[in-house]
């Protein structure tokens, strides 16, 4: 039977998840796939459903709902159906006559409890397709897999309303979040974007950093990005001023046409007053792009053993204004001041060749390459030396403290052994002015 099934991309996926954990009371640690307690046998009766749609509901924290399962002949193509509404009642109609496997009744009524959680969650679509879409990736999301991947590919009927990959895709992202290794995981995911998703997920525990460092290298290449839309928009500037400048600098009848002599005096000084005005502020972005290409052709005729540009086609010339052909034969060699007769405008065509050896090039690079190095050699050099100065410093200060400290002790010392001789002079005198006898004993104890 054919599989019409629809495909939906890993971004619809994650945009339908982030919904349900936004929407849905569960939290992503706590769901787990589902085990299934109906038995094996071939004999079930409604009672035994209702059971089994109970402890379901219970799973998705709808405990306190009351499932009422019943038979029905539902036609050939539908497999189940639930009464649309929020109340507590869970109508559930299974198809009487190919609804009766254990594995397709158990993933029918994983569909059918997943279009009550969503409805009771405010979770709809404007259209029916869009909502059996949400549906099936519910049953994935809240921990039903494992019943839909048997039930949906057990049967000759091609159950679900999503390509088989699109189930697996679903429940690798589940498991990732439920903090599962890739070894975990089933079929290969042929999406190379989220492959390298899942690789990147289980690399490390802390996921903010993680975001940060892959938000970091985005915002790399965006500056780059940013930097060569910002060289376009001087190109494009810089073609305006020269429009501008072409305007006013290339007046009708400011000059006589025999001699060159000046019949508009104020206009040609305008002419000069502008030119020198734009003069005055060069667009670095233009030259940084001319080095490059130079750089380019340099880089080309090395590689192509050219001495000066031979090698390097003639290309036909448009005008830079309005972009048409220029018959270019007779300018040849030159560099010339041009006038398209299409658009009426004034610019210079270089047509010279290419005087300059690539060596020339490479030399000039080399050189400020080289300048540049000496520069951070000598930044490198001036801050070795300050670091060895303050080195120097801090031991001269540390040699001056030591030495204060000496002579603090040292002077110490003194003026204690002058005080012990000091009193010890004292003290004698003090013992000749006894009496004899007590002189001899003070004497003879006291030394």
């Not at 971004?11 to 939290?27: A, D, M, T, V």
């Not at 198809?95 to 994983?110: E, F």
């Not at 409805?119 to 949400?134: C, M, R, S």
């Not at 928009?233 to 009848?253: M, P, S, T, W, Y």
Request: with cysteine.
């Amino acid at each position: 039977m054919e599989d019409n099934r629809t495909y939906i991309s890993p971004r619809g996926i994650l945009e339908r998840f982030q919904l349900f954990e936004e929407k849905i009371p569960l939290k992503s640690n706590e769901i787990t796939d589902y085990v299934s307690s109906l038995y094996k046998c071939k004999d079930f009766t409604e009672d035994d459903i209702n059971a089994e749609a109970f402890r379901m509901l219970q799973h998705v924290g709808m405990g306190h709902y009351r499932p009422k399962c019943v038979w029905r002949d539902l036609g050939d193509r539908t497999m189940g159906c639930i009464v649309p509404s929020t109340d507590c009642n869970v109508e559930i109609s299974l198809n009487a006559k190919s609804c009766t496997t254990r594995k397709v009744i158990l993933a029918t009524l994983a569909h059918e409890i997943c279009h009550k959680l969503l409805l009771v969650n405010g979770i709809e679509y404007d259209d029916t397709p869009q909502n059996e879409y949400a549906t099936d990736l519910c049953t994935i999301y809240v921990g039903f897999a494992q019943l839909i991947f048997a039930g949906y590919e057990s049967s000759d009927l091609i159950l679900g309303y999503l390509k088989h990959y699109v189930y697996t895709q679903a429940y690798n992202i589940v498991l990732a979040v439920r903090g599962k290794d890739r070894s975990a995981m089933i079929d290969p995911d042929w999406d190379l974007y989220l492959s390298e998703a899942l690789e990147e997920w289980d690399k490390g525990k802390d996921k903010r950093r993680l975001i940060e460092e892959l938000f970091s290298q985005l915002s790399q290449d965006i500056a780059l990005f940013h930097r060569n839309v910002n060289y376009l928009q001087h190109v494009v500037e810089a073609k305006q001023r020269v429009q501008k400048l072409n305007e006013l600098c290339f007046i009708d009848g400011a000059f006589s046409s025999i001699g060159g002599g000046v019949k508009k005096p104020i206009s040609v000084f305008r002419m000069i007053y502008e030119i020198t005005l734009e003069k005055s502020e060069p667009d670095e972005s233009l030259v940084k792009v001319n080095e490059s290409l130079a750089e380019i052709i340099a880089a080309y005729i090395t590689q192509n053993k050219g001495s000066n540009g031979e090698t390097l086609h003639q290309a036909d010339v448009y005008c830079p204004m309005c972009g048409a052909k220029i018959d270019h034969a007779w300018s040849q060699g030159k560099t010339v001041l041009y006038f398209c007769s299409k658009c009426k405008y004034n610019f210079l065509l270089n047509r010279q060749p290419w005087n300059q050896s690539a060596e020339c090039h490479i030399l000039n690079k080399r050189q400020r390459d080289n300048e540049r190095k000496i520069n951070d050699l000598k930044l490198s050099h001036q801050r070795e030396v300050e670091r060895l100065n303050e080195i120097h410093q801090q031991q001269v200060s540390d040699a001056r403290a030591q030495g204060r400290a000496q002579a603090r002790n040292t002077s110490s010392a003194t003026k204690y052994l002058e005080g012990v001789n000091d009193g010890r002079a004292e003290m004698k005198a003090k013992i000749e002015k006894c009496p004899a006898w007590l002189k001899f004993f003070l004497k003879k104890y006291l030394r």
